[in-house]
């Protein structure tokens, strides 16, 4: 477990991914740095969802108990469409499914998340920096520079640059700019009256879709809203603001239409992607997370995949200890392929959400239809990829449901 | 068989709707005079596809084997997708298939299919009278009175419009306007090499579709190629034409390209239906056919709806001898609900063959996924209606398919 001793590494950004990139470099030995440009740690936003391909990471470093214990089980994912309430269809997250993904689906607030790999990351010895701009890296002779807005330059044998979707490292390194989806996000909590379920359910609509679930034990509802913006299609350079999103969900029930008025209206997400790149960095440096594969949030994979980032991370850099180059272009070869996949998926996932017309009777004829006890559309993303660890300690959590 | 003996009853139009009423009127005893404003009696156009419903009927009327004989048996209906040519569905058409619905699915030329029910017009009695330019129909004190253009007054008991999509006896009693899809057709047989082999295949692309099956017992191969017209889109007054059709197949397989190179030229069929309406007619005047439910051919129901008319009509005719008000009332209730689904029905079922995106990839993966050993989407449409007579005679056609 000291691989890694000796290796001075910085990390860029204090976010799900750089955090949990800082820990798994720290529990093999280097000795990590984590510099975030925000004055705290923390997290803004409501729920989410972790998939097994998540939970397993999360099993694996000893963190699934705490983060069950802090999120919600939930029974089932399912789909509705907004129009008529009418259920689509329904993935079961019991037993069966466990025992398939080997950990469960949960849902948490993503601050007690961050909370639990920030913790996590201190208890590994990462130092944990904040207040703090990373303005570039460059690297010179074998060595990566970490060169600080104010001036300083901190000497480091590899970077990981987890500075998220509006990266500064993928500016230098790549060059594009986010894909604006001209939808827009908006999000809430309430206390939850118990009349929801326990059920993950999504509403689906033309052009917009509503979420909601519970969270913290089940005393929180969770609520999301998203939905296309009429000012963005016009071109226009605000976009997606209230009175937009009182109006988005004017085809959808009463019952998904009193929901939205229970939205926070003081803050809002326009959502933006990028396409796929081959490019995560060279040498010593690499993406991760967000700043290398940003990605619509309609699988729910944009925090579960940087968790997938960090584990293939640990595993490459015990696999090459030291010699970053080698470590950075694995962990990117492994990677890319399979973010890029989440990726284009997310988009079309996005796309078959919203449609109208002809197509809305076509997905809902497919989802009526659908073999509820087929893993098909569900393999490639929960299931265990070629490289991933097996599980040694398999979880009381995982095996505790019914 | 004798229950309509000295009504005289007037049958506008000399298609296949206009034969098979005029040919049950007689066979009930009526005396029935045909109108067709054309010189000649006869048919533009190449295949044409009879459901079983169809055939049942043709059956009934003791014309399907005459049918089967100058048709042909296709083995299966295929769907398939333009841009890759792959296989989506089939549904096959065999003992199944024909034990089932009670008739088996027949390919035939429009021609042969006319010129039987032609001469079984003509064997029954039926007066045929070409050349005549119906110019309107007055009901007067209990009768109806058909009024030519050259100023001759036939006196009629009643009176069947069978004027097709452009009714001018639709335009009298309802009013409205035929409906402009801005799709546009063009037709085509060749001699059959074989390579085709037995199935209905129909390709389905972005804004267009390729339909190609055998003909008169496989010595022709029927092709048709509905695309949607881009001048139509642009609001122009022509639209369809050659140059549009050689652009509208760019994004399909070399094998659709190829096929679209050898349809007619000289002829094109800009496709219309009109909205569904209740209004048929009223005492002793209805409407029947195209002139009543003309649709968008995406069901090949058009003449399979216009025999069931006939059926329909022959049933109630026998039902209320000599009382027309009550025959056609009772006519057009079972007939409007029918027929409306149909029409509405092509219209979508249109939409979900010219799909692109991802509304293509929700409609290849519904087709894909259909349990092939399924009738729930046919049985509606090939299923024994209410109120439809039990065939006393199973033809040996019928049951000869292994």
């Given at each position: 477990?000291?691989?890694?001793?000796?290796q001075k590494v910085v990390?860029?950004?204090?976010?799900?991914?750089?955090?949990?990139?800082?820990?798994?470099l720290?529990?093999?030995?280097a000795?990590v740095?984590?510099?975030?440009?925000?004055?705290?740690?923390?997290?803004?936003?409501?729920?989410?969802?972790?998939?097994?391909?998540?939970?397993?990471?999360?099993?694996?470093?000893?963190?699934?108990?705490?983060?069950?214990?802090?999120?919600?089980?939930?029974?089932?994912?399912?789909?509705?469409?907004?129009?008529?309430?009418?259920?689509?269809?329904?993935?079961?997250?019991?037993?069966?499914?466990?025992?398939?993904?080997?950990?469960?689906?949960?849902?948490?607030?993503?601050?007690?998340?961050?909370?639990?790999?920030?913790?996590?990351?201190?208890?590994?010895?990462?130092?944990?920096?904040?207040?703090?701009?990373?303005?570039?890296?460059?690297?010179?002779?074998?060595?990566?520079?970490?060169?600080?807005?104010?001036?300083?330059?901190?000497?480091a044998?590899a970077?990981?640059?987890?500075?998220?979707?509006?990266?500064?490292?993928?500016?230098?390194?790549?060059?594009?700019?986010?894909?604006?989806?001209?939808?827009?996000?908006?999000?809430?909590?309430?206390?939850?009256?118990?009349?929801?379920?326990?059920?993950?359910?999504?509403?689906?609509?033309?052009?917009?879709?509503?979420?909601?679930?519970?969270?913290?034990?089940?005393?929180?509802?969770?609520?999301?809203?998203?939905?296309?913006?009429?000012?963005?299609?016009?071109?226009?350079?605000?976009?997606?603001?209230?009175?937009?999103?009182?109006?988005?969900?004017?085809?959808?029930?009463?019952?998904?239409?009193?929901?939205?008025?229970?939205?926070?209206?003081?803050?809002?997400?326009?959502?933006?992607?990028?396409?796929?790149?081959?490019?995560?960095?060279?040498?010593?440096?690499?993406?991760?997370?967000?700043?290398?594969?940003?990605?619509?949030?309609?699988?729910?994979?944009?925090?579960?995949?940087?968790?997938?980032?960090?584990?293939?991370?640990?595993?490459?850099?015990?696999?090459?200890?030291?010699?970053?180059?080698?470590?950075?272009?694995?962990?990117?070869?492994?990677?890319?392929?399979?973010?890029?996949?989440?990726?284009?998926?997310?988009?079309?996932?996005?796309?078959?959400?919203?449609?109208?017309?002809?197509?809305?009777?076509?997905?809902?004829?497919?989802?009526?239809?659908?073999?509820?006890?087929?893993?098909?559309?569900?393999?490639?993303?929960?299931?265990?990829?070629?490289?991933?660890?097996?599980?040694?300690?398999?979880?009381?959590?995982?095996?505790?449901?019914?």
């Open positions: 477990m000291a691989a890694l001793t000796q990390v860029v950004g204090g976010g799900m991914g750089g955090l949990a990139s800082a820990m798994v720290a529990r093999l030995g000795s740095t984590l510099y975030e440009h925000a004055p705290a740690f923390g997290e803004v936003g409501a729920g989410i969802q972790l998939g097994p391909n998540a939970t397993r990471r999360l099993a694996a470093w000893g963190l699934l108990d705490e983060t069950v214990a802090r999120g919600f089980l939930p029974e089932r994912l399912v789909l509705r469409d907004a129009t008529t309430g009418q259920e689509l269809t329904a993935q079961r997250l019991g037993a069966d499914f466990v025992e398939r993904y080997q950990a469960p689906y949960v849902v948490i607030h993503r601050s007690d998340l961050h909370a639990i790999l920030h913790d996590a990351a201190a208890e590994s010895g990462v130092e944990l920096v904040v207040d703090t701009h990373v303005e570039r890296i460059e690297q010179v002779q074998d060595r990566a520079l970490v060169i600080m807005a104010d001036g300083r330059v901190v000497d044998d970077v990981v640059a987890a500075d998220g979707l509006a990266s500064a490292s993928r500016d230098r390194i790549v060059g594009d700019q986010p894909v604006p989806s001209g939808y827009v996000a908006y999000r809430g909590t309430l206390p939850n009256d118990g009349e929801h379920g326990a059920d993950v359910v999504a509403w689906l609509g033309p052009r917009c879709h509503f979420v909601q679930y519970p969270l913290r034990r089940g005393e929180l509802l969770n609520m999301v809203a998203v939905f296309q913006s009429p000012a963005f299609l016009r071109g226009e350079v605000e976009w997606g603001g209230e009175d937009e999103l009182d109006a988005a969900y004017d085809r959808c029930t009463p019952e998904v239409r009193q929901a939205t008025t229970r939205l926070w209206r003081d803050r809002r997400w326009p959502m933006y992607d990028r396409n796929p790149t081959t490019n995560w960095g060279s040498g010593r440096v690499t993406l991760t997370g967000d700043a290398a594969h940003p990605m619509l949030q309609y699988l729910a994979q944009g925090a579960c995949q940087a968790l997938e980032d960090a584990s293939a991370l640990e595993r490459h850099a015990a696999g090459a200890p030291g010699d970053w180059p080698a470590t950075f272009a694995a962990f990117a070869g492994e990677r890319q392929p399979r973010t890029a996949r989440v990726q284009t998926t997310a988009r079309t996932w996005g796309e078959v959400w919203h449609v109208d017309g002809v197509a809305r009777l076509l997905r809902n004829e497919l989802l009526r239809h659908r073999d509820t006890a087929s893993y098909a559309y569900l393999d490639w993303l929960y299931g265990r990829q070629a490289g991933e660890a097996e599980l040694i300690t398999t979880t009381a959590t995982g095996s505790s449901r019914a």
